[in-house]
């Protein structure tokens, strides 16, 4: 640990500035758990772990209910159907909206449970199935469960890195299928 000596009157001045205190104490970050900080209001891309390359792609530019939300190479310059906006919700989950049309959020299926129920992009209703819980799970890498499934998570199906690969729920485990970094943009 090491700091600079400063006098009483730099922190009179800091304290003047009437700046929000930040949401986790900077003295508590290491290198394990500074990339565990996701921030609300901000666009992220999300990336598989699989090969540290292809995003959760919202297959339409302007998506309508129901549209499929699969595996594409991440596209440059960024388009919009490959970045999110993360909400934090009252009840401590996230809501992930489609950039490409920020009415529609990442939904799971008909509210479905069952391993292989596909996630698609759906007008935000604040169902459970549109809640989102996202655990840092190590090196940069976070896992998603739906409120209304948790024991299941985001997977990506047969842990193929192919455009158009299915993103769906699946029981959890600790395979690169079930691994996401967020990028912020």
Do not use: C, M
């Not at 400063?6 to 990339?35: F, G, H, K, M, R």
């Amino acid at each position: 640990k090491w700091g600079f000596k400063v006098n009483a009157s730099v922190y009179t001045e800091i304290a003047n500035l009437s700046v929000p205190q930040p949401a986790t104490d900077p003295s508590t970050l290491t290198d394990d758990n500074v990339s565990a900080i996701l921030q609300d209001g901000s666009t992220y891309k999300i990336q598989t772990a699989i090969n540290n390359s292809s995003v959760l792609d919202v297959n339409s530019h302007t998506p309508a209910n129901g549209t499929a939300v699969t595996l594409w190479s991440n596209n440059t310059p960024s388009s919009l159907n490959q970045q999110w906006l993360l909400r934090k919700s009252s009840d401590g989950y996230h809501i992930l909206k489609s950039k490409a049309d920020t009415t529609k959020v990442l939904n799971v299926q008909s509210a479905g449970t069952a391993n292989g129920t596909p996630l698609e992009v759906w007008t935000f209703n604040n169902s459970a199935s549109q809640k989102w819980s996202i655990a840092y799970t190590g090196s940069g890498n976070y896992q998603l469960s739906p409120a209304h499934a948790s024991t299941k998570n985001v997977d990506v199906w047969g842990g193929s890195a192919t455009n158009g690969t299915i993103l769906a729920l699946y029981t959890p485990h600790t395979s690169n299928n079930q691994k996401f970094k967020f990028l912020k943009q």
